[in-house]
């Protein structure tokens, strides 16, 4: 078979035929990915090392990993750090630092903190340092993942500004969704959430969560105040001049304040120590970096002599700010353009990723929290989509034929076995990488074969202990414990699939505490297509407590949910439990009638919500209780 290299080496020669007159049309060659550079190794990613450390906490890391505090200005001790004359940040309450500002009219606040009791801890140490009690003007949301502490910094008057799609972004993320669970336990793995606490798989720095991150009580309050999408705005805030722009990093609802009277500028994710997550590990919507880039013109515009992002250290100076911002931008910037100059070239993704040129001073010892080769991938599929020209991924063998097969053509299970084993064995960079390749195959044809899962959890590990970026050390490490049946969830070992599983259940006082559309939307994604196939209803439902009629209508396989004016020909009335309970498979038979009982008949929750499987407590979350918005990231 002609390799991808082998055609786009021929191009030139293919476009002589081309030639008019005494020009010819012809093709430039593309220079590749080198597999082995001039020692013979194997390419790999420089956020990968052989070199290791172990951290205060027995954790074994990369020099990179255990700096990643620092960098974030990620302080150990719980403290308000004095800024400047009025403006204070308060940090050791993990990876997101909230600002304070002593305004005319009373304080400002800038971001509220993880949780109440988090908000209450900064406003007692806050008070603590200055020496008296403040009274809060106003909060500065820089976007909706660090509003949780809201009730503790509100005082009479206290105004709340945001982005106008905030509270909706907020909701949207939080709300019942069916990929709610998938991401979560996701989120899990990146995060570190069920690692030791010490020892070698100990997460090494601040970009880890624990279990109780679950179970943080919320005083959220969505904004008073607006500000409004894609535009700028200069306001005066409390007394003081204040100017507001998008600043889209991680979430579309983000932006940026700017001080002009104390030259001080306040982000969110934008100048920053590791390279910003253009991809996460864990999944989520396409971080388009134009947008970050185009805003950051903004911020560059301003003369700021300080400088405060929410996840890094104190930037003073012009010159110390200034640089930043550009590192930090100009990073993005090449990591985008080069992307799209090398897929341009005819190169894939993964072809781009191994080529991809960043000189040292924006990339050496800066993947402390993803990694470029991700964000490559990412911007790949985000710009091209998933196909990348090689025509047999249009419709290739189903996974379980073509692992068998090419197991077959390798030699059997047997053969293979013997070469993963024998590559950690050796070890290295490239063996473990390998070893994790083999075993996907073998484990892909019998999830439970003894001496894959051994060579994999090792290889895994490994690996998880020489990279700098903490997604990836999350999920390599997650790996190597699940195998090992050390993933522990209150003491007892879990997978993340089964993770998945509890996370993706709905709590039945959670389903009557939600609007009843959320409700009937989430039925949508429980369809089985094959069982409802030919099937055609329709009926209108009313819930005790909601006045709005809702019309259900299943056609083509799929549900649909709609207002309604008024009662159709064949109507139920529900309490809020009673659908809660048919939204869980719990009560088929509801005493509204058939038609419940008719959609149920088409309905498959097994995949989604195993009726069998018990929810842990850590992860049992109930009423303000809710899982920290840091896993958003």
Same mark, same amino acid.
């Given at each position: 078979?002609?390799?991808r ?9 293919a476009?002589a035929?081309?030639?008019?007159g005494?020009a010819?049309?012809t ?7 080198q ?5 013979g190794q194997s ?7 052989t #070199?290791?450390?172990?951290g205060p906490n027995?954790?074994v890391?990369?020099? /990179?990993?255990?700096?990643v505090n620092e960098r974030?200005?990620? %302080? ?5 750090e004095r800024?400047?004359?009025g ?7 993990g990876?997101?630092? %909230?600002?304070?500002?002593?305004? $005319?009219?009373g ?10 009791q988090?908000?209450t801890?900064m ?7 200055? *020496? ?6 106003a ?6 993942h660090y509003?949780?502490?809201t ?10 500004w ?9 909701r949207?993320s939080?709300g019942?969704s069916?990929m709610?669970g998938y991401l ?8 570190g959430v069920?690692?030791p606490?010490? *020892? ?5 720095n601040?970009? %880890?969560f624990?279990p109780?991150?679950?179970?943080l009580v ?11 999408d ?12 204040v100017?507001?722009?998008?600043c889209?990093?991680?979430?579309t609802d983000?932006?940026a304040?700017?001080?002009p #009277? ?8 934008l100048?920053?120590d ?6 996460t590990?864990?999944?989520?919507a396409f ?12 911020v #560059?515009?301003?003369?700021a002599e ?20 550009e590192?930090s931008?100009?990073s993005?910037?090449?990591i ?10 005819g ?9 991809i040129?960043m ?5 050496d010892?800066r ?20 196909f ?9 063998l189903?996974?379980?034929?073509? /692992?068998?097969?090419?197991?077959q ?9 013997g070469m ?22 073998l484990? $892909? ?9 051994q060579?994999r959890?090792?290889?895994a590990?490994a ?12 999920f ?5 414990l699940?195998l090992?049946?050390?993933l ?12 998945r599983a509890f ?7 959670r389903l009557t505490?939600?609007?009843?559309? #959320?409700?009937l $939307?989430?039925?949508r994604?429980?369809v ?5 196939e030919g099937?055609?209803?329709i ?8 006045? $709005?009629?809702?019309?259900?209508t299943?056609?083509n396989?799929?549900l649909v949910?709609?207002?309604s004016?008024?009662?159709?020909a064949?109507?139920?009335?529900v309490t809020r439990?009673?659908l809660?309970?048919?939204?869980l ?14 959609l149920?008949r ?7 919500m ?5 929810t842990?407590a ?16």
């Open positions: 078979m002609t390799s290299r082998e055609l786009l080496a021929a191009i030139p020669a476009g035929l081309f030639a008019s005494a010819a049309f093709v430039p060659t593309v220079a590749h990915a597999q082995a550079g001039p020692s390419w790999h990613s420089a956020s990968l090392t #070199e290791t450390v172990t027995g954790a890391t990369t020099p /990179t990993a255990l700096s974030l200005g990620a %302080s150990e001790s719980k403290h308000a800024v400047a004359t403006v204070y940040a308060l940090r050791g309450w990876i997101a630092h %909230s600002f304070a500002i002593e305004a $005319q009219k304080w400002i606040i800038i971001d509220t903190g993880d949780s109440t988090v908000a801890e406003r007692e140490t806050l008070e603590k340092t200055i *020496g008296k009690k403040i009274k809060v003007a909060i500065l949301l820089t976007h909706w509003a949780d502490g009730g503790a910094w509100l005082d009479e008057g206290t105004e709340i945001g982005h106008e799609h905030l509270d909706r972004n907020r949207a939080g019942l069916v709610g979560m336990s996701r989120a899990t793995a990146q995060f069920f690692h606490a010490t *020892g070698a798989d100990a997460f090494p601040a970009l %880890s624990t109780d991150k679950f179970l919320s005083s959220y309050q969505p904004p008073t105040k607006l500000f409004l894609g535009k700028i705005a200069e306001l005066v805030i409390g007394g003081e001049p100017q507001v722009a998008p889209r990093t991680d979430v983000s932006v304040f700017y001080f #009277e104390r030259r001080l500028m306040v982000t969110n994710f100048v920053i590791t390279i910003f997550n253009i991809y590990l864990r999944g989520g971080r388009n970096p134009e947008l970050l880039i185009g805003d950051a013109r903004w #560059e515009s301003k003369n300080i400088l405060l992002d929410i996840h890094g250290p104190t930037l003073r100076g012009r010159d110390v700010v200034v640089e930043a911002l590192r931008v100009d993005i910037q090449l985008h353009d080069q992307t799209l100059r090398l897929v341009a070239s190169l894939g993704p993964r072809e781009a990723a191994e080529v040129y000189p040292p001073k924006l990339r010892a993947e402390g929290y993803g990694q470029v080769e991700s964000h490559v991938r990412q911007i790949y599929n985000g710009t091209v989509g998933w990348d020209g090689d025509v047999y991924e249009i419709n290739p189903s996974v379980q034929e073509e /692992t068998e097969r090419m197991v053509a390798m030699g059997g299970r047997e053969t293979i076995r993963a084993t024998q590559a950690v064995t050796e070890g290295g960079l490239a063996n473990w990488r390998w070893s994790l390749k083999l075993t996907s195959l484990l $892909q044809l019998d999830p439970a074969d003894p001496t894959a899962r060579a959890a090792t290889a590990r690996l998880g202990q020489r990279t700098d970026s903490a997604n990836a050390r999350g390599y490490v997650t790996e190597a699940q090992e049946g050390k522990l969830v209150q003491g007892e070992p879990q997978s993340i699939d089964g993770i996370l993706s259940t709905p709590r039945h006082d505490a939600i609007p009843v559309e #959320e409700n $939307q989430f039925v994604y429980l089985d297509p094959r069982k409802a099937q055609r209803l009926f209108s439902l009313a819930a005790e407590g909601d006045d $709005q009629i809702w019309l259900v299943l056609r396989s799929v949910i709609s207002p004016a008024s009662r159709g064949s109507h139920i009335d439990s009673e809660a309970d048919f939204v498979g719990k009560a088929a038979s509801l005493a509204g009638g058939g038609a419940l009982a008719e149920d088409v309905l498959d929750r097994s995949r989604l195993p009726a069998t499987t018990p842990p850590v992860l049992d979350v109930e009423g303000d209780l809710k899982y920290n918005d840091g896993l958003e990231h």
